[in-house]
């Protein structure tokens, strides 16, 4: 991983890094594209935890709790020609 991680920060390119390895985020991301809540994108210039703390001071205690996504179900019925 610290190959990896090395190889990421001497990269002069654009990676598109998606991972829930919150620590590794935060070694190597320099922007961060969110999407929290129902499908908004916020994009955020920092790392992990620069995010991290902007989202608590953007939402307060709602940023600690966990949000499930509503899925809604459909159902196509086919008629017969």
């Known amino acids: 991983m610290r190959s990896l991680e090395e190889a990421l920060v ?3 390119g654009c990676v598109v890094v998606i991972s829930h390895d ?3 985020l935060d070694r190597i991301a320099t ?3 969110a999407f929290e809540g129902k499908a908004k ?3 955020f210039e920092g790392n ?3 995010y991290a703390a ?3 001071r953007r939402k307060g205690v709602d940023a600690n709790q966990p ?3 509503v899925t809604r179900s459909w159902s196509i019925e086919l008629r017969e020609q």
């Open 67 to 69: 949000h499930r996504s």
């Open 48 to 50: 992990f935890q620069d």
């Open 10 to 12: 001497a990269f002069a």
């Open 41 to 43: 994108a916020v994009w």
């Open 31 to 33: 922007h961060i594209l």
């Open 22 to 24: 919150r620590w590794f």
């Open 54 to 56: 902007d989202l608590k």
